[in-house]
Nanobody, 124 residues
Framework: QVQLVESGGGLVQAGGSLRLSCAAS????????IAWFRQAPGKEREFVTL???????YYADSVKDRFTISRDNAINTVYLQMNSLKPEDTAVYYC??????????????????WGQGTQLTVSS
C-alpha cells in the first residue's frame, strides 16, 4: 500500500504562483509513476502532469510551460509548481500513483493510489 497526502492548496490571484506537495509513504517501491490530476466543478477529472520514477516528465498542453513537477527523493515528496495561474486552473488537485502502463498514463484508472485532494482557487 502507498499513502499519498497532498498539501499547499489555497486561493491565489490570476498570474500568481503556488506549489502543491504530495508526500508519499508505504510501499513506494511498488510504483513507477506519480501524477497530478485535477477536477473542476461540473467537469471530469483530467490529467495534469506525470513524473516517471526514472525522472522523465509529461505535461498536459493546458499547463505546459507554466507547471513543473519535481521530486525530493530524500523525503519521498513530489511537488507541483504552478506559475502564471489562470482562473481556469481552479480545481481540486489530486496526487496519484501506481504501476502505470506507458501509453495509458493519462488514464486515471491506471493509478491505484490517490490522495484526498487539495483545492486551488484562482481569482480573476
Amino acid at each position: 500500500q502507498v499513502q499519498l497526502v497532498e498539501s499547499g492548496g489555497g486561493l491565489v490571484q490570476a498570474g500568481g504562483s503556488l506549489r502543491l506537495s504530495c508526500a508519499a509513504s508505504g510501499s513506494t517501491f511498488s510504483i513507477n509513476a506519480i501524477a497530478w490530476f485535477r477536477q473542476a466543478p461540473g467537469k471530469e477529472r483530467e490529467f495534469v502532469t506525470l513524473r516517471w520514477s526514472g525522472g522523465s516528465t509529461y505535461y498536459a498542453d493546458s499547463v505546459k510551460d507554466r507547471f513543473t513537477i519535481s521530486r525530493d527523493n530524500a523525503i519521498n515528496t513530489v511537488y507541483l509548481q504552478m506559475n502564471s495561474l489562470k482562473p481556469e486552473d481552479t480545481a481540486v488537485y489530486y496526487c496519484a500513483a501506481g504501476q502505470v502502463t506507458g501509453r495509458n498514463f493519462r488514464n486515471q484508472n491506471e493509478y491505484r493510489y490517490w490522495g484526498q485532494g487539495t483545492q486551488l482557487t484562482v481569482s480573476s
